[in-house]
Nanobody
Framework: QVQLVESGGGSVQAGGSLRLSCVGS???????????MGWFRQTPGKEREAVAL????????WYADFVQGRFTISRDNPKMTLYLQMGRLTPDDTAMYYC????????????????WGQGTQVVVSS
């Protein structure tokens, strides 16, 4: 099983940028490379929502409508690391951000991946 640990969250003013990272462990990198990966976020009282998903080799990605070209998801399989570069942040982006992994892309799409990280908090002030 893969373990996931996020980092890179913090406080930023509106219009600023952050880069989130998610490091995998517990498997060999060539096993990690078989997982589809994604970033999700959640605010208190709301359901967790998908932000961006990425295919195994990074050859394709999906973004939620609210991203609107502001974020970029990427991955480095030999480093077993997933990234989310976020720009033009707004207070509405304030949330706990989680990375997730699953061998089945449809599980990520459905919001029920097999593996979750613990999350990293992002706070955007106006």
């Amino acid at each position: 099983q893969v373990q996931l640990v996020e980092s890179g969250g913090g406080s930023v003013q509106a219009g600023g940028s952050l880069r989130l990272s998610c490091v995998g462990s517990g498997v060999q990198w060539y096993t990690y490379a078989y997982y589809y990966m994604g970033w999700f976020r959640q605010t208190p009282g709301k359901e967790r929502e998908a932000v961006a998903l990425i295919y195994t080799s990074g050859e394709a990605a999906w973004y939620a409508d609210f991203v609107q070209g502001r974020f970029t998801i990427s991955r480095d399989n030999p480093k077993m690391t997933l990234y989310l570069q976020m720009g033009r942040l707004t207070p509405d982006d304030t949330a706990m951000y989680y990375c997730a992994a699953d061998a089945n892309f449809s599980n990520l799409q459905a919001g029920v991946p097999s593996f979750w990280g613990q999350g990293t908090q992002v706070v955007v002030s106006s």
